[in-house]
């Protein structure tokens, strides 16, 4: 059975940092993309950051030159690194994989879903 499991969330304030991990088990994921969406209260899931199976990244413009994704093939993880988090960063955040190995913007191109983390940045 499929597994994600997020970590990392929390409260910081804006300008601060947080590092979330994605632990994936049940199966290994070294070919598939890998991603970040996020959810606001209200808001539809947003893609946030994306990693493909040959490590290729491409970003949200919202957070282009702040976040950072980068994957453990060996561990089965990927991470997220946020900097200079902002108020607007606030919402749940979900781990993905998705079905090829090419990045998935899409919600619907992602296969497996974690249950999420929140972070909240306070002004």
């Known amino acids: 059975q499929v597994q994600l499991v997020e970590s990392g969330g929390g409260l910081v304030q804006a300008g601060g940092s947080l590092r979330l991990s994605c632990a994936a088990s049940g199966r290994a994921f070294n070919s598939n993309a890998m991603g970040w969406f996020r959810q606001a209260p209200g808001k539809e899931r947003e893609f946030v950051a994306g990693i493909s199976g040959s490590s290729n990244v491409n970003y949200a413009d919202s957070v282009k030159g702040r976040f950072t994704i980068s994957r453990d093939n060996a561990k089965n993880m990927v991470y997220l690194q946020m900097n200079s988090l902002k108020p607007e960063d606030t919402a749940v955040y979900y781990c993905?994989?998705?079905?090829?190995?090419?990045?998935?913007?899409?919600?619907?191109?992602?296969?497996?879903w974690g249950r999420g983390t929140q972070v909240t940045v306070s002004s």
């Open positions: 993905a994989v998705a079905w090829g190995g090419e990045v998935a913007t899409r919600a619907q191109q992602n296969r497996y």
